[in-house]
């Protein structure tokens, strides 16, 4: 009999906005998971048509106590469909439902159903409460912590948004079981690149423990999913809008939302840009002088064990920049990246046009 995972918590301490994150196992059917939300007599629960037959009835199941009228909408399923075309969808089911200011939104599901339901609870009647329920590793340990909120536009990645945070957010390490391992790869992304920006220590336990995390075994799960919470929470803590160091869990995501867009969204997973993104920026602070070579190859070592890209699509310098030029982290046009300065800790910096295109042209296929 496998030896059960003790539910933890990682408080996000943003004032009145302040959260929990909820850790475990069977979190969706425990009917305690969900005591102390808003009141109301609706909830809308968002998911997308592959999460759906999975969680959908177990989370109504837990929530039709709670609530008068537990309703279910699903949504297309796909980085491609993260446009206001789908956002629209919820907002026709909260209008067509009657649905009032006091209703509960849950996303459940991974980024996208996250990034969308937030997004449409901070618009809906100018703001409603909403709740994250995350189902993939990329979610869990990332994007449904610290409430960005978006949907994408064919010129950027999450380029129309708004910051507001949930009510909650439960990371069932269930659902990872149920995970295929391309997505399992892309969660391990986002953990890695917490190692480099903030805990070297934890980079160490990453690599002792990868093939676990790959195996899915519930232990190191529990564990890399707390920590990487935990190192989010402090930096949403700090800069809730990303003014300053927040902008640090970027890592990677230059590179890899310029990969996005450029192929079209969809074609490479989130994670999986992350990933050859890390690398690539991995380079450029090497060429910049501030991380040994050493520390480039050592990170790219982990990727590729990871089951994650390496080598970037071969789009053209031109326009790598022309996308990268439109990121958040832009300023007048100019570029900036998150670079590594010493091993566990980074900034936020620019980088002369000649010197990204030769890391680009080094490392795409």
Not at 99 to 121: N, P, S
Not at 200 to 227: G, N, T
Not at 271 to 291: I, N, R
Request: charge should be negative.
């Amino acid at each position: 009999m496998k030896a059960s995972i003790a539910t933890t918590s990682v408080p996000i301490s943003l004032g009145d906005r302040s959260y929990s994150i909820l850790i475990g196992e069977n979190l969706i059917s425990t009917p305690s998971t969900w005591l102390g939300l808003s009141k109301a007599a609706c909830a809308l629960i968002v998911t997308n048509e592959t999460i759906a037959p999975l969680y959908a009835s177990k989370l109504k199941s837990a929530l039709e106590p709670l609530y008068e009228r537990v309703m279910v909408l699903s949504l297309p399923d796909g980085e491609g469909y993260k446009t206001f075309e789908t956002l629209n969808l919820i907002f026709d089911q909260l209008l067509g439902s009657g649905a009032d200011r006091k209703t509960v939104l849950f996303a459940l599901g991974g980024g996208v159903i996250g990034d969308m339901t937030g997004f449409a609870a901070a618009c809906y009647m100018r703001g409603v409460p909403f709740v994250q329920v995350a189902t993939t590793l990329l979610a869990q340990v990332d994007s449904s912590v610290g409430g960005k909120t978006a949907i994408n536009h064919p010129m950027g990645k999450n380029m129309i948004g708004a910051f507001y945070q949930p009510e909650l957010v439960v990371c069932d390490l269930d659902t990872i079981q149920t995970l295929p391992q391309r997505e399992l790869s892309a969660g391990l992304a986002e953990i890695i690149k917490y190692g480099p920006i903030a805990d070297m220590d934890f980079l160490d336990w990453i690599e002792e423990h990868l093939d676990a995390l790959i195996a899915k075994e519930p232990q190191a799960l529990a564990y890399a999913v707390q920590r990487s919470c935990e190192i989010k929470a402090a930096v949403v803590g700090a800069d809730e809008r990303e003014g300053g160091v927040r902008a640090t869990l970027n890592f990677g995501h230059t590179f890899g939302h310029a990969i996005e867009a450029g192929l079209g969204f969809g074609v490479w997973l989130h994670g999986e840009a992350v990933g050859c993104g890390m690398v690539m920026a991995a380079h450029l602070s090497h060429q910049l002088g501030l991380v040994e070579l050493s520390f480039v190859q050592r990170l790219t070592r982990l990727v590729v064990r990871a089951g994650l890209p390496v080598q970037g699509p071969k789009l053209g310098a031109p326009e790598y920049l022309e996308h990268m030029r439109v990121d958040k982290k832009a300023q007048n046009g100019q570029i900036r990246f998150v670079l590594i300065d010493k091993p566990g800790h980074a900034v936020v910096m620019g980088a002369q046009d000649s010197l990204v295109t030769s890391v680009i042209e080094q490392c795409c296929l």
